[in-house]
């Protein structure tokens, strides 16, 4: 049995559920549950891709012993920018200038012109 403790503990700090992370190596879940209670050894391509997950270097993940302390990083936000009344605002915008675009006869780049400001000197 080789156990590699580093392994569980990033899992946990990142609130990671055995199923993603089983899915980022392209194993099943009860594959990497043996992994991660040291019945199944971890190959080299395993710790490359939990140190990209993790963003950390396959070094501390390879460690056997609890050597470094890790802060549990921050929660990315839940909310995402596109919520719906936003969504619905630019699906409004994009429809207007469409129209806008199908009704105007003006060549490509005197649109641009029109809609983008040139640069201030």
Same mark, same amino acid.
């Given at each position: 049995?080789?156990?590699?403790? &580093? *392994?569980?503990?990033?899992?946990?700090?990142?609130?990671? #559920? @055995?199923?993603? /992370?089983?899915?980022?190596?392209?194993?099943? %879940?009860?594959?990497?549950?043996?992994?991660?209670?040291?019945?199944? &050894?971890?190959?080299?391509?395993?710790? $490359?891709?939990?140190? #990209? /997950?993790?963003?950390?270097?396959?070094? /501390?993940?390879?460690?056997?012993?609890?050597?470094?302390?890790?802060? &549990?990083? $921050?929660? &990315?936000?839940?909310?995402?920018?596109? @919520?719906?009344?936003?969504?619905? @605002?630019?699906?409004?915008?994009?429809?207007? *200038?469409?129209?806008?675009?199908? @009704?105007?006869?003006? %060549?490509?780049?005197?649109?641009?012109? %029109?809609?983008?400001?040139?640069?201030?000197?």
């Amino acid at each position: 049995m080789i156990r590699y403790p &580093k *392994i569980r503990e990033f899992r946990i700090l990142h609130d990671l #559920k @055995q199923e993603f /992370v089983a899915d980022q190596l392209g194993i099943s %879940q009860p594959e990497y549950s043996r992994l991660e209670n040291g019945f199944r &050894k971890a190959r080299l391509e395993d710790f $490359k891709t939990l140190a #990209k /997950v993790y963003d950390v270097s396959i070094n /501390v993940l390879m460690l056997r012993e609890e050597e470094h302390y890790f802060e &549990k990083p $921050k929660r &990315k936000s839940t909310s995402s920018p596109f @919520q719906e009344e936003h969504l619905s @605002q630019l699906l409004e915008q994009h429809q207007k *200038i469409l129209q806008y675009l199908q @009704q105007s006869h003006l %060549q490509s780049h005197q649109i641009i012109q %029109q809609l983008i400001p040139p640069p201030s000197h």
